[in-house]
């Protein structure tokens, strides 16, 4: 029985090894490899490119969407909201109303306290009615009554008298009678419409002077007028 030394055997099996390797080399070198499918590759790398930014697209929207989702859902109770009070929108101010001018009224006067309507021309004023001056006789007081029954007091009036001197015209009289408060007067001169001034005693007596200076002939009508722009009394 024929044994085969085993450094033999090892030594046969190297060798019948080597030459397999090279006959596989061999076969290698003889096949020609296929193209290579760029088209379908880039395809696949473009939809894997596409998932991709799908999938980061996604995840952000749920990290933007979650802490929404968490106030909603997780927000306070009824009884823990505090409701803001709603903005208080101030009115703008009214504009206000343009200062409104009262009508004159006549002027107060004592009894007997003198009042200068011009140079040389004075009146003033008692109980019993008007009295006045004038520069040609200042020393003669001239005299008109309200008590000696030539008036009635209880009808609308307007008396006149006319002084003149020294290129003036003194025009004034007496008013009484009429309702309303006396505010004004007009008299007619040759130079047209003249406002005189008004004259009473404390108390509203019911009467009161008036009157106006001008450089021209003086004449009727004489109007006074009330604080309401009606006419209180009249002379034609």
Known sequence: MNHLDPGAERDAESAETGRLREALAA???DVTPSRVPL??????????????RTTVLGAGCAVLLA???????????????????????SASPAPSASPTVS???PRIVEPGERVTAAPGFVLWLTEEGKHWTTPDVP???QFRSVVDGNIDRTRPGVSLQIEGTDGRVLASGVYYGGEGTASVVEVASEDGPVRGKL???PGRPGWGVWYAVTHSGVEAPVTVRDTEGRVYATLP
């Open 139 to 141: 020393e003669e007081d």
């Open 67 to 89: 802490p929404l989702a968490f106030v909603t859902l997780h927000g306070p109770d009824d009884g823990d909201r505090v409701t803001r009070p709603a903005a208080t929108v």
């Open 39 to 52: 088209a379908a590759v880039e395809r696949r790398g473009r939809m894997i490119r596409r998932r991709r």
């Open 199 to 201: 004259l009473e005693l």
């Open 27 to 29: 076969a290698a070198y």
């Open 103 to 105: 009508a004159p009224t």
